[in-house]
């Protein structure tokens, strides 16, 4: 009885869905420094701000998927495209009602959210969560620290030292070791 070998997915192709979650996380800490930024009207404020970007940009993808003919799989009335472009278009007029005295490029707040949600849905399956997790953790470390060293959107500055680096190599070394367990 032979047994077989299984398949080893091409050293590229692993590596692939790790490099998207590296980028997601990297998006997470642009997002969190975004909001981090508008806070300064108010905590509140600031969240409920990209909330309403994240709920435009899903509900018109999700709109935009109903609309060329793939519903959402969801029970009436949110089985609909022209549900979902309703609410998009309602999650917009919020949004630019609440952006009203901040600069108008805080909106991609929601940019970041959706690729996080949907990156977390599509590679969780694939990668499975501890690896998604230490993945994204680590490009959310690497955004932070870039976006602490210049102090963006008004953040206070810490600039990048010896320990600080060797805390980001020790989630690169987490993630490597995750990886390899599995």
Excluded: N
Aim: charged share 10%.
């Amino acid at each position: 009885m032979s047994r077989r070998m299984p398949r080893r997915e091409p050293p590229i192709a692993a590596v692939i869905p790790l490099l998207i979650a590296f980028v997601v996380g990297l998006g997470s800490s642009a997002q969190i420094a975004l909001i981090g930024g508008m806070a300064r009207r108010g905590a509140p404020e600031a969240t409920f701000t990209s909330m309403m970007a994240t709920l435009a940009g899903i509900a018109l993808v999700l709109a935009l998927s109903g609309l060329r003919g793939d519903p959402p799989a969801f029970f009436a009335p949110l089985d609909r495209g022209l549900t979902f472009a309703v609410i998009a278009t309602i999650a917009a007029a919020l949004l630019v009602l609440s952006l009203k005295g901040v600069h108008p490029g805080y909106a991609v707040t929601g940019v970041f959210a959706i690729l996080y949600l949907l990156g977390t849905a599509l590679l969780v399956p694939r990668l499975g969560v501890a690896l998604y997790f230490g993945a994204t953790t680590a490009g959310s470390l690497v955004g932070a620290v870039l976006f602490d060293q210049f102090g963006a959107f008004g953040a206070h500055t810490t600039h990048l030292s010896p320990l600080r680096v060797i805390g980001v190599l020790t989630v690169f070394l987490g993630v490597t070791l995750v990886r390899i367990a599995r």
